[in-house]
């Protein structure tokens, strides 16, 4: 079935540090791939997305692409602030009738002034 | 704009006891899903329907039922809860029409079971 890896954390990095956050993905057919934020006591947010393969998804100055030779959906930011302190979640949308996410584990991030 | 809400926000219960959580839509979205959140586990999913009056089974739903009476409310129940079913759920839904459109989610019940 369907699955989703991404790097085990915690990570904690120093203001203006550079982030990577790996994620590679097991699908059938042609998935679409998301990230996820969790703030701290929050829901989830919708923070980037891809929808096909070599497709970049950006906001708020993180990236992703969409790599279908090593299905991976990496993310990344150039230069972190302590406001991006939250949990990072991968995941995959199948093309089965109801459209199911499939989540990585989760990726707490803390980023120190 | 309320989007997915979620009630209550937090609830303690004793093993055995029942409860109803509650999730509300005002986005005219089809689909919707709960899913719940344990530590190292990411969020997995316990049930799902693509429409009014439309239910199925996700990766997890020993325990719990649902219901989709109308189209903007999910219900999630727990007839006779268990410590395992401590956990933080949570709420989504999405519109059909562009299979590839984002799920939104509701900010979570915590729910705790002694």
């Known amino acids: 079935g369907n699955s989703v890896t991404q790097m085990e954390g915690p990570v904690t990095l120093s203001e203006e540090a550079f982030l990577t956050i790996n994620c590679t993905y097991t699908a059938t057919g042609y998935p679409s791939l998301f990230w996820y934020v969790q703030y701290p006591g929050e829901g989830l947010q919708l923070l980037l997305k891809?929808?096909?393969?070599?497709d970049k998804g950006s906001n708020k100055g993180f990236e992703a692409t969409y790599r279908k030779e090593t299905t991976s959906f990496h993310l990344e930011k150039g230069s972190v602030q302590v406001s991006d302190s939250a949990v990072y979640f991968c995941?995959?949308?199948?093309?089965?009738?109801?459209?199911?996410?499939?989540f990585g584990k989760g990726t707490k991030l803390t980023v120190n002034p | 704009n309320a989007g997915v809400t979620q009630t209550p926000k937090f609830r303690v219960l004793k093993t055995g006891q029942s409860m109803t959580l509650l999730c509300a839509q005002d986005?005219?979205?089809?689909?919707m899903y709960w899913y719940r959140q344990d530590p190292g586990m990411g969020l997995r999913l316990i049930h799902y329907s693509v429409g009014e009056g439309t239910t199925a089974k996700g990766e997890v739903p020993d325990g719990y039922n649902v219901s989709r009476l109308k189209k903007q409310n999910f219900l999630l129940g727990l007839e006779s809860a268990a410590p395992s079913q401590t956990s933080v759920y949570f709420c989504a839904s999405r519109p059909p029409t562009g299979y590839r459109q984002p799920q939104h989610f509701g900010d979570g019940t915590r729910l705790s079971i002694l």
């Open positions: 995941a995959l949308m199948d093309q089965g009738g109801s459209e199911k996410l499939v």
């Open positions: 986005m005219n979205h089809e689909y």
């Open positions: 891809a929808t096909k393969a070599d």
